[in-house]
């Protein structure tokens, strides 16, 4: 059984960076997409960016594009998510997810990921 483990969150203030890292069991790692996705305190979960199993697309949300950056290590079995230029309104559980295929077209779907993280919380103060 896979396990994903999401860590990094923290609180930081507006204008400020954080970097999220999700370690995940197994030996295929490179095989699977990784995404992450977020949900803020009292609204939808909602896609944050995702990338290819090989690491060789990346795809993000209007909202981050620009200040956010995904990326992985397949020989550490890991996904980050760098964030920059952090706003209030990026605060939110950060969740990691992994697709059972190594791309996917619907990379913003949650419900084409397979196995979730537990979550982080990424608060940015005003």
């Known amino acids: 059984q896979v396990q994903l483990v999401e860590s990094g969150g923290g609180l930081v203030q507006a204008g400020g960076s954080l970097r999220l890292s999700c370690a995940a069991s197994?030996?295929?790692?490179?095989?699977?997409?990784m995404g992450w996705f977020r949900r803020a305190p009292g609204k939808e979960r909602e896609f944050v960016a995702a990338?290819?199993?090989?690491?060789?697309?990346?795809y993000y949300a209007d909202s981050v594009k620009g200040r956010f950056t995904i990326s992985r290590d397949n020989a550490e079995n890991t996904a980050y998510l760098h964030m920059y230029s952090l706003k209030p309104e990026d605060t939110a559980v950060y969740y990691c997810?992994?697709?059972?295929?190594?791309?996917?077209?619907?990379?913003?779907?949650?419900?084409?990921?397979?196995?979730w993280g537990q979550g982080t919380q990424v608060t940015v103060s005003s």
């Open positions: 197994g030996r295929t790692f490179s095989s699977h997409a």
């Open positions: 990338i290819t199993g090989s690491g060789g697309n990346t």
């Open positions: 997810a992994q697709s059972e295929y190594s791309s996917t077209s619907y990379y913003y779907q949650g419900d084409r990921y397979a196995r």
